[in-house]
Structures are given as C-alpha cells and as structure tokens.
C-alpha cells in the first residue's frame, strides 16, 4: 500500500504522478474504514481527498502555510501529515482531535472548529510574513459552506486590497451541513454551469496582452487594460474575486489531481491575491444509498460497506428531536411564529418544522448574526421568531444579541442546542458560556428545562412572554422523560422555581439536566443522615425571589449545580443576591472549571468535573464538615 509510506507532506511529493490517484483512493477508503468506528464529521473530508493529495504534492508544508476553513474537512490532512497511526482514536478520549489543532501537529498552521476563519488568519499569516520578510506561500482552504459566513468577505476585501501575496482555494460542493443557500451559491452555480465563459476571457486576455507586447505604447497598454477589465465585466464568471482583487482561476474539477497540480503550478508563478475555484462533491465515495446528502456530514459508527447505522439502543430521544417535534406541534396553535436556523436544520431538529411549515421556516446559511439581526427586523413587525443555534455558535452574533434585540426590548426566542459539556467535538464546540453571556444581556429571560415536557412547557411561555428576548438551553444528550403531546402541557409560569424534594440542612438549586444528579445526590446524603432539599432552578434568569429568600432563610448552605462555565455563570449571580438579602447564608457554586476541555463522552466530561450525583454529594458531604450540617 502506498498510504504505508506516507509520514509527512514530503513523502506526497516524492511520488510518481501516476501513483497519486491511487494514494487518495487508499486514503479513502481508510478514512470510511476508521470512522465507521469512531464516528464524526466523513462527507467533507471525503470530498476534498484528492485535493489534499494535491495540496501536498504542490506546496511544501510546514514551510508552506496551509489553513483549512472548518477543520473538519482535514481528516484526510491528518491521514497524510504523519498521524494515519493515531487514526483510531479521532475523537476519542486521549486521541486525536476531531478538528485541526495547532498543538497536535506543525503542519496545522490554525486551529478552528467554526466556519469562515481561514481567510482572515491566512491574510495575517502573509502579512506577518511580509513584515519578517521571509519567503513562504500561504493558502487558505475555505470550503463546506463557509463563504455563507459574513468574515471571509470581510477577509477577501481586505486581502484583496493589499495585493499581498495569498492564495485562496475555494472548495465549492455545494453544502455546509444542509445545502448551501443564499445568492453567492447561485452565482458559484452559475460559474460551474458557464465553464466556456472562463475559456473565452482567458483567450481574449491573452490576445491583448500579445499585442500590447508586440505594439508597445501606454495609450495601448492603457486600452487593452480597459478592453481586458470590459472582457472581465461582460465573460467572466469570477467576476466578483476580480473585482475584490483576486485573480480568479476555474472552476476546476476538485476529484481530478493532474489538473489542480497543473493549476496550482501556474497560480504560484504569479504573486497578488488569487483565487482557485475547484468543484467537489460532498461525501464522494461514502457507501450510502439513500440521496439525504445531510447524512453525509456526519455520522455515528456505521457499516463501512453499506453506510447503514450500527444498531444502538434507542431508549429516550434526543432534545434535539423533542424541540423540533414540540415547535412542530405548537406551530398548529400558534400561527404568529418563525423558525429561523443557521445552516443547521437537522443539527437543531428545525428540519422538523420544515417539512410541516416550510413558508416559516428560514435558514440563512452560516451567519449566526445575521440570523439574529433578521430575527430582529421581524420581531419589529410582530412576527415571533424562535432561532435555534448551537451555544457554541450563537457566541458568534452577541453583539447582535445585545445591540439589535436586547436593547430593543425585541421578542427573540434563542434556542441553544448542545448546551454545556459537547462530547466529542471538543473544546471548540463547548457550549458552556452561554449561561454567563446570557445573563450579562439586558432583558433577557434565561432559562433551562429539567426534562422534555418542562421543555414543552417553557416554550410556551416563551411564546406567550412579550417582554423581551427570552432564551432556553439544552444539551446534546438524550431528553429525561417522555415527550407529551404539546397540547397537554401549559405554559410554566414565567419566573417560578420548583421544588423537587425537601430537607432541612442544606439547598441544592440544580439548572437544566443537573436537576437529576443533584436528586441522586440528595438521595446518597440522606445516607450520611444530610436531608437536602432540591429545587429545579429552571429561570435563571429572572430568579424566583420568593422560593430564594426562603431557602436563604431556612438553609445555612445553598449549592447551586450547573452545567456551564462556573465563572459568571448562575451560582456567582445568585451568590451575589444572597449576599445582599441573606449574609449569613453560604452560596457554593458548582459548575465546569475556568479552562478548555478535550474530546471524550459527555458523561465522562461531566464525571471528570464532579457533575454527577457521586460527585455533588461528595462536595457537599466536604462542605458539611466544614458547616456541622449532619442532622442530629
């Protein structure tokens, strides 16, 4: 096997032309093998195999700066940059990241877990390189739906006006993780389905450059420039790179690696910002009969033959499904909503919606800000919009959350999916910051369901609530309890806390999911002779008062369990009350530590920080020794 003897990028260029095909078919077919087991983001790195076999043999990394928009497109990079030996564990605990990392290898010049970065780090890349003057090519791979994304353009304006010496290479497949929407798709279409158009510019370019050489003369030159940029304006299809300083090449076929080589040769003669438009397809080569090319994303472990699914337990579904069922249901009552999502429709189960309300449904693409913002502008004209966006991304729209809805009193209603502890994804996916951003925005109601039918019933609320945005947050994990019908759950009352079971010796305020864990840790310390109480804190923000001040006053210890950064979050704003209305009560807060967390499942993630039963009761029988609370 040829793949046997790649270690690094070098080994790519040593080949034969002739066995370079057949290098990225080995790597295919390892890439279907490895995460058939392990799961995770395949279409895309499927997608652009032969490119990255390309890339090798063209440019000479770690020298060269290759930096890959949305890195999971870069499982095939990892194949081919020395960790084809570590594949096994992408994902998993202790392994390789499910992403591109700068500290797992110096052939990631960037890591990156959300879209539309490559772009603007590349352009700091070549500026850096500038001041330094060294001598080195930069190339940003921007690919799997991220030019939806509001930076890169903000990124192409800048590059494209420097002149600075950068390469582009614009994965066009036509998706992100549901296919690709807005006007730029359209054009990117357009330019695929008019490769004659690239051939007559290039050969009307070259005639005049010809005779401006043969001829000589400014006035000349001056008017094969006017007639060029007129040619440019009326044939070409990469008319929008040209106008924002790129010279444009393509669109090439991205599954065809003499042509990129031969295209990638021409490009690096040439300096100035540059555009390489190759065209692929998402999920080449996977296994799977039916045409959902969604399912091509990501996967959880399957058959490597057929794609199908391994067979799994089904038990208890997913929040995600039972938001996307409950909003489907509550749509028949409530005829006022949208459902507004950013290029994730099935990530957020708002795919749901859409085939049952297809007129209110949206979906903008990769552009959590912009999701915001139109949220925003309907909301003006009385329209209740619900955008649902993973925590980890809405992070990316918070000036908007604040400036364009908050400020404004707007009825938003923010569903977080993946909130907390991620799971495999890792770090850059974490959705633990949300409880703190959230509570720090003005007029915001913040809020966190206990299980599915207490998620049915904030969302009615949220609904009903005019006063401003309004937020839920969930994890991604299974949903405790069944789903009931919509229509038999009422609306929860706005601001109210709920009491779970009563003690005497200390509270456990638990948020969300955590309300099970602290449950069981009630349970294990009734053992040691602690009575707990247990209250489902599920508004965080505003705070039910009334069952607060009687907790401070009937509880020297109050606990608060939440799944989020432990920093700002819940348990400091409730210290920060408490201190002000009951002093001699104690607040211990109880979250996930101020720092960055690896790959692994969720349930270990949680247990690494004490955030199960066992490990509550164990701080709090720690805390009873300190308070003398054991009952007598």
């Given at each position: 096997m040829i793949l046997e003897t790649i270690h690094s990028p070098a080994d790519v260029r040593a080949l034969a032309p002739e066995q370079l095909q057949p290098l990225a078919d080995e790597v295919r077919q390892r890439l279907i093998d490895v995460v058939s087991h392990t799961g995770g983001h395949i279409g895309a790195g499927l997608g652009v195999v032969e490119l990255t076999v390309a890339l090798c043999a063209a440019f000479e990394s770690p020298r060269d700066k290759i930096v890959w928009d949305v890195g999971h497109q870069g499982y095939p990079w990892k194949i081919l940059t020395g960790r084809n030996d570590r594949l096994h564990t992408?994902?998993?605990?202790?392994?390789?990241?499910?992403?591109?990392?700068?500290?797992?290898?110096?052939?990631?010049?960037?890591?990156?877990?959300?879209?539309?970065?490559?772009?603007?780090?590349?352009?700091?890349?070549?500026?850096?390189?500038?001041?330094?003057r060294e001598a080195f090519e930069?190339?940003?791979?921007?690919?799997?739906?991220?030019?939806?994304?509001?930076?890169?353009?903000?990124?192409?304006?800048?590059?494209?006006?420097?002149?600075?010496?950068?390469?582009?290479?614009?994965?066009?497949?036509?998706?992100?993780?549901a296919?690709?929407?807005?006007?730029?798709?359209?054009?990117?279409?357009?330019?695929?389905?008019?490769?004659?158009?690239?051939?007559?510019?290039?050969?009307?370019?070259?005639?005049?450059?010809?005779?401006?050489?043969?001829?000589?003369?400014?006035?000349?030159?001056?008017?094969?420039?006017?007639?060029?940029?007129?040619?440019?304006?009326?044939?070409?299809?990469?008319?929008?790179?040209?106008?924002?300083?790129?010279?444009?090449?393509?669109?090439?076929?991205?599954?065809?690696?003499g042509q990129m080589l031969h295209t990638f040769d021409i490009v690096k003669t040439l300096k100035g910002p540059r555009v390489v438009h190759v065209i692929?397809?998402?999920?080449?080569?996977?296994?799977?009969?039916?045409?959902?090319?969604?399912?091509?994303?990501?996967?959880?472990?399957?058959?490597?033959?057929?794609?199908?699914?391994?067979?799994?337990?089904?038990?208890?579904?997913q929040w995600t499904k039972v938001f996307g069922e409950a909003l489907t249901q509550l749509a028949?009552?409530?005829?006022?909503?949208?459902?507004?999502?950013?290029?994730?429709?099935?990530?957020?189960?708002?795919?749901?919606?859409q085939k049952k309300w297809p007129e209110r449904f949206f979906?903008?693409?990769?552009?959590?800000?912009?999701?915001?913002?139109f949220a925003a502008g309907l909301a003006t004209q009385g329209v209740r919009p619900v955008v649902a966006i993973y925590s980890t991304f809405l992070q990316r729209a918070y000036d908007s959350i604040i400036h364009d809805v908050a400020i404004q009193k707007l009825s938003v209603i923010f569903a977080l999916d993946r909130a907390g502890m991620v799971g495999e994804d890792g770090q850059t996916h974490m959705g633990l910051y949300d409880i703190a951003y959230m509570l720090a925005v003005p007029h915001m109601t913040v809020t966190a369901p206990k299980d599915a039918g207490e998620m049915i019933g904030l969302l009615r609320c949220a609904l009903h609530h005019t006063e401003g945005p309004f937020s839920l947050r969930y994890p991604r994990d299974k949903a405790p309890g069944e789903a009931p019908p919509a229509a038999e759950v009422p609306a929860i009352p706005y601001g109210t806390w709920e009491l779970l079971r009563k003690g005497k010796d200390c509270a456990i305020i638990a948020v969300g999911v955590m309300c099970k864990p602290a449950l069981d840790a009630a349970d294990a310390l009734a053992a040691d002779g602690i009575a707990a109480s247990v209250v489902?804190?599920?508004?965080?923000?505003?705070?039910?008062?009334?069952?607060?001040?009687?907790?401070?006053?009937?509880?020297?210890?109050?606990?608060?369990?939440?799944?989020?950064?432990?920093?700002?979050?819940?348990?400091?704003a409730l210290a920060a009350l408490v201190q002000t209305t009951a002093p001699d009560s104690r607040v211990v807060a109880l979250g996930v530590p101020d720092r960055t967390y690896e790959h692994a499942p969720r349930a270990q993630q949680l247990a690494d920080v004490g955030l199960t039963g066992d490990g509550i009761a164990a701080r709090i029988r720690a805390l009873a020794a300190e308070e003398s609370l054991t009952t007598r």
């Amino acid at each position: 096997m040829i793949l046997e003897t790649i270690h690094s990028p070098a080994d790519v260029r040593a080949l034969a032309p002739e066995q370079l095909q057949p290098l990225a078919d080995e790597v295919r077919q390892r890439l279907i093998d490895v995460v058939s087991h392990t799961g995770g983001h395949i279409g895309a790195g499927l997608g652009v195999v032969e490119l990255t076999v390309a890339l090798c043999a063209a440019f000479e990394s770690p020298r060269d700066k290759i930096v890959w928009d949305v890195g999971h497109q870069g499982y095939p990079w990892k194949i081919l940059t020395g960790r084809n030996d570590r594949l096994h564990t992408l994902r998993q605990r202790g392994g390789l990241s499910g992403f591109l990392r700068r500290d797992e290898s110096e052939h990631d010049q960037f890591g990156a877990g959300h879209a539309g970065t490559a772009l603007s780090a590349a352009y700091g890349m070549a500026a850096a390189r500038d001041l330094k003057r060294e001598a080195f090519e930069v190339v940003a791979v921007v690919g799997d739906g991220a030019m939806t994304c509001g930076l890169p353009y903000e990124a192409l304006n800048n590059a494209g006006d420097s002149g600075r010496d950068i390469i582009v290479v614009l994965n066009d497949n036509g998706m992100s993780i549901a296919p690709n929407v807005g006007a730029l798709n359209k054009y990117l279409g357009s330019i695929v389905a008019s490769p004659m158009t690239v051939r007559i510019r290039e050969r009307v370019k070259h005639l005049i450059e010809r005779a401006s050489h043969i001829v000589g003369g400014k006035k000349l030159v001056d008017f094969a420039k006017n007639v060029e940029e007129s040619i440019k304006n009326l044939w070409s299809p990469g008319m929008l790179f040209e106008e924002l300083g790129f010279r444009y090449f393509g669109p090439i076929d991205g599954h065809n690696i003499g042509q990129m080589l031969h295209t990638f040769d021409i490009v690096k003669t040439l300096k100035g910002p540059r555009v390489v438009h190759v065209i692929t397809e998402k999920g080449k080569g996977f296994p799977l009969p039916e045409p959902d090319l969604e399912k091509y994303h990501a996967r959880a472990p399957y058959d490597p033959v057929t794609g199908k699914l391994r067979p799994v337990n089904p038990g208890l579904p997913q929040w995600t499904k039972v938001f996307g069922e409950a909003l489907t249901q509550l749509a028949a009552e409530e005829s006022n909503f949208v459902t507004i999502t950013a290029a994730m429709p099935s990530g957020t189960g708002t795919n749901i919606f859409q085939k049952k309300w297809p007129e209110r449904f949206f979906d903008v693409g990769i552009a959590e800000a912009h999701a915001t913002t139109f949220a925003a502008g309907l909301a003006t004209q009385g329209v209740r919009p619900v955008v649902a966006i993973y925590s980890t991304f809405l992070q990316r729209a918070y000036d908007s959350i604040i400036h364009d809805v908050a400020i404004q009193k707007l009825s938003v209603i923010f569903a977080l999916d993946r909130a907390g502890m991620v799971g495999e994804d890792g770090q850059t996916h974490m959705g633990l910051y949300d409880i703190a951003y959230m509570l720090a925005v003005p007029h915001m109601t913040v809020t966190a369901p206990k299980d599915a039918g207490e998620m049915i019933g904030l969302l009615r609320c949220a609904l009903h609530h005019t006063e401003g945005p309004f937020s839920l947050r969930y994890p991604r994990d299974k949903a405790p309890g069944e789903a009931p019908p919509a229509a038999e759950v009422p609306a929860i009352p706005y601001g109210t806390w709920e009491l779970l079971r009563k003690g005497k010796d200390c509270a456990i305020i638990a948020v969300g999911v955590m309300c099970k864990p602290a449950l069981d840790a009630a349970d294990a310390l009734a053992a040691d002779g602690i009575a707990a109480s247990v209250v489902n804190a599920r508004f965080l923000k505003p705070m039910d008062r009334e069952m607060l001040d009687a907790l401070a006053q009937s509880h020297k210890l109050l606990v608060t369990v939440e799944d989020g950064t432990v920093v700002n979050g819940f348990g400091a704003a409730l210290a920060a009350l408490v201190q002000t209305t009951a002093p001699d009560s104690r607040v211990v807060a109880l979250g996930v530590p101020d720092r960055t967390y690896e790959h692994a499942p969720r349930a270990q993630q949680l247990a690494d920080v004490g955030l199960t039963g066992d490990g509550i009761a164990a701080r709090i029988r720690a805390l009873a020794a300190e308070e003398s609370l054991t009952t007598r």
